[in-house]
């Protein structure tokens, strides 16, 4: 569903030459607006508590004073609604799987094109979810050397759990799943809820990885 206000951006990256030509850059691409810039972490932190929170935040990996992962952390618990967006110089898959874990809805790598990062903005703000597919396939080698057992989990998933993480791989969005499965979507917000508990996972992505860990796509 195409938006009718302008996406609004945040940028945490200690190099502030490259944050700052960047985010010049993006809204010239894109329709977006910028809630604040910023170096380390502990910004984004005053940034949000003053109340700038962006649709958007896109968050370098290592940062002083507080990295991208306890940054992804703190954000997605406090102010869950906000997409965050990796942007780094690396592209293992213990970075991304970390980053991932610790709450990013999408990784980029620093060497993309700028039209890339605007895909990966619009993406992640409109589905939820943003990998391109070559990060795509180190994550899942990532799942499979790093994730712990979970078959007995999977084994507890009710049938309209499992269609439910299935259809959320299908990159369809919460009220497209609802008229799939036939249901409201205040009760595909439950299943979200239920099961982001139930499994120990951190929002969409952390759903999509454990659906395709368990073969549930």
Request: glycine fraction near 6%; proline fraction near 3%.
């Amino acid at each position: 569903m195409p938006h009718v206000s302008k996406i609004s951006i945040a940028f945490a990256d200690d190099h502030a030459m490259l944050r700052k030509g960047l985010l010049k850059l993006l809204l010239v691409l894109g329709d977006y607006e910028a809630v604040f810039d910023v170096d380390n972490g502990m910004q984004v932190q005053e940034q949000m508590r003053n109340h700038k929170i962006p649709d958007v935040l896109i968050l370098d990996v290592n940062m002083a004073e507080k990295d991208g992962y306890a940054t992804a952390q703190w954000v997605s618990k406090n102010y869950p609604q906000v997409k965050i967006l990796a942007l780094s110089m690396f592209s293992d898959e213990a970075t991304i799987l970390k980053m991932v874990q610790s709450g990013a809805h999408g990784y980029i790598t620093k060497n993309s094109e700028p039209e890339k990062l605007k895909e990966a903005i619009d993406t992640v703000y409109e589905k939820g979810v943003y990998l391109p597919e070559s990060l795509s396939l180190k994550l899942m080698s990532g799942i499979r050397n790093n994730l712990q057992e979970t078959e007995t989990a999977a084994a507890v998933l009710t049938e309209k759990e499992k269609l439910f993480l299935s259809l959320l791989c299908q990159e369809l969005t919460y009220p497209e799943i609802a008229e799939r499965m036939f249901i409201s979507p205040r009760t595909i917000d439950d299943y979200r809820k239920n099961l982001t508990r139930k499994l120990g996972v951190r929002g969409k992505a952390g759903l999509i990885i454990y659906a395709i860990n368990n073969n549930l796509k």
